[in-house]
């Protein structure tokens, strides 16, 4: 479990401000499509919370398939994590008391009472990360190698198991 948790506090140092995840999904046709979901502000464990809308593609599609992709991106220091798990549709109003602030306002007419609003928790089994040396490192790396011919490291990658 202290692995596990040294896992957790790696994505915890990735996820950090990043206020989008694009969340990939299989379609009711059978397609691969994405769509931008906000962030919680909360430590990664392993299960990730979205709001959704009853009436969205990603929120019908997921009792005919529930496996998702999170897909992250921190562009500011080339830094790029991807989340697989399992998605489920919950009903659960601790949840929605703790990670509903008032910019949800904006998609919910009825605010936290809306009849349209969806917990979506993510159970994640895996991730894999790529971690830049950062922008101006990486810009000189890549300047280098292409005046040198020689490749360059730009950074670390891993796979987690979670």
């Known amino acids: ?4 948790n040294n896992e957790y506090q790696e994505l915890n140092q990735l996820l950090k401000g990043i206020k989008f995840a694009m ?3 299989i379609s009711e046709k059978g397609h691969l499509h994405s769509v931008p979901m906000t962030t919680q502000d909360t430590d990664f464990n392993g299960i990730v919370w979205f709001l959704g809308s009853k009436s969205s593609e990603l929120v019908k599609s997921i009792p005919l398939n529930n496996q998702v992709n999170l897909g992250y991106s921190n562009i ?3 830094d790029y994590v991807s989340i697989n798990g399992i998605a489920e549709c919950v009903v659960d109003p601790a949840i929605l008391d703790q990670i509903w602030s008032p910019a949800y306002e904006a998609f919910f007419e009825h605010g936290k009472s809306d009849p349209d609003i ?3 928790r993510v159970i994640c089994n895996g991730a894999q990360y790529w971690k830049g040396s950062g922008k101006v490192a990486t810009l000189f ?4 190698a292409s005046i040198t011919g020689e490749s360059e490291e730009l950074g670390t990658t891993k796979n987690i198991s979670l």
Do not use: G
């Open 118 to 120: 969806q917990l979506l």
């Open 76 to 78: 500011s220091n080339n």
């Open 141 to 144: 790396k890549l300047a280098k």
């Open 23 to 25: 969340v990939t999904f």
């Open 1 to 4: 479990m202290n692995n596990l």
